[in-house]
């Protein structure tokens, strides 16, 4: 069992930038691939990013590749997405997720076994 907890959401300028924390319980955590997502009002919620066990591959949706970053810190329990260039349209609450599967799988909406409650970041402009 893995309890996910995101921070870090909030009121920003578009333009302006925030990075959203996701604390993990359990010490398998560096076991499980993990990834952010995100549902704007009235939308489907959507992937944003994952990263493999290790770090060392991530994936992005096209809307946000070169804006955001996924990183992740196994000593730590935690995932990280470092958010740049913000829109009004990445307007959204973000939810991260772990799973066992593959973080190409995310991609398209699987394997994803545990959310969090998730994290309101609202941009203005």
């Known amino acids: 069992q893995v309890q996910l907890v995101e921070s870090g959401g909030g009121l920003v300028q578009a333009g302006g930038s925030l990075r959203l924390s996701c604390a993990a319980s359990g010490r398998t955590f560096s076991s499980y691939v993990l990834g952010w997502f995100r549902q704007a009002p009235g939308k489907e919620r959507e992937f944003v990013a994952a990263?493999?066990?290790?770090?060392?591959?991530?994936y992005y949706a096209d809307s946000v590749k070169g804006r955001f970053t996924i990183s992740r810190d196994n000593a730590k329990n935690t995932v990280y997405l470092q958010m740049n260039s913000l829109k009004p349209e990445d307007t959204a609450v973000y939810y991260c997720?772990?799973?066992?599967?593959?973080?190409?799988?995310?991609?398209?909406?699987?394997?994803?076994?545990?959310w969090g409650k998730g994290t309101l970041v609202t941009v203005s402009s």
């Open positions: 997720a772990a799973g066992s599967g593959t973080a190409q799988a995310m991609r398209v909406m699987k394997g994803m076994d545990y």
């Open positions: 990263i493999s066990r290790t770090g060392g591959s991530t």
